[in-house]
């Protein structure tokens, strides 16, 4: 079993629909949470971290922490089709930095004009 | 300000063959990184650098070796090709709170 399971999708949504990703994993000292987007042929780039239980939102985007179910979200409002891209979740038990990061395959979305 | 940059963008090899993919960063980090991405497989990690001259291996290192003897560059050397290292390989380097990743090298060997 892997330690950090994505959905690989592919998923599909109207543009302006509210997306909803998701990661679950089994290691609980998985401390520090991560999600990149990843655009089609280019590298990760960082959208979002956050190392607590609860709600972070910036802008349009939603991450979500669950650690007493070892799940994490991440929501996107108002979506474009511009947010057509893959997104990786990733995790790790340093609490200040990225070192090892352990990532999910990613969730490849389309947003449909 | 280039950020991560890597080279080649593209390399065919044939099996045996060595080469070594280039990556550099001109933000003065002291934490790089190699990753290989699969489908299916998500982003695994090859190699690591805490530093010039320290360099650790990842969840994949065999067939890979690296060198960091500045705190700019970071190469990864293929020793000896294997179809099973075709991938898209990426260089990234750490802020305290973000991985910066460059575009990445797609690698085919037949």
């Known amino acids: 079993q892997k330690e950090v399971e994505q959905d690989p999708g592919p998923l599909s949504v109207p543009e302006g629909a509210i997306v909803s990703l998701n990661c679950t994993y089994s290691n609980s000292a998985f401390q520090y949470f991560m999600w990149y987007r990843q655009y089609s042929r280019k590298g990760p780039e960082l959208l979002m971290y956050t190392y607590s239980s609860g709600n972070k939102e910036d802008g349009r985007f939603t991450a979500q922490v669950d650690k007493s179910s070892k799940y994490i979200s991440l929501f996107i409002r108002d979506s474009q089709p511009s947010d057509s891209a893959t997104y990786l979740c990733?995790?790790?038990?340093?609490?200040?930095?990225?070192?090892?990061?352990?990532f999910g395959t990613g969730t490849r979305l389309t947003i449909i004009p | 300000n280039a950020g991560v940059t890597q080279t080649p963008k593209f390399q065919v090899l044939k099996t045996g063959q060595s080469m070594t993919l280039q990556c550099a960063q001109d933000m003065n980090h002291e934490y790089m990184s190699w990753y290989r991405q699969d489908p299916g497989m998500g982003l695994r990690l090859i190699h690591y650098s805490v530093g010039a001259g320290i360099t650790d291996q990842g969840e994949v290192p065999n067939g890979y070796n690296v060198s960091r003897s500045t705190t700019e560059d970071f190469p990864l050397r293929l020793l000896s090709a294997a179809p099973s290292q075709t991938s898209v390989y990426f260089c990234?380097?750490?802020?305290?709170?973000?991985?910066?990743f460059g575009p990445g090298t797609r690698l085919t060997v037949t």
């Open positions: 990733a995790m790790t038990p340093i609490n200040f930095g990225n070192e090892k990061l352990t």
């Open positions: 990234a380097s750490k802020s305290p709170y973000e991985q910066y």
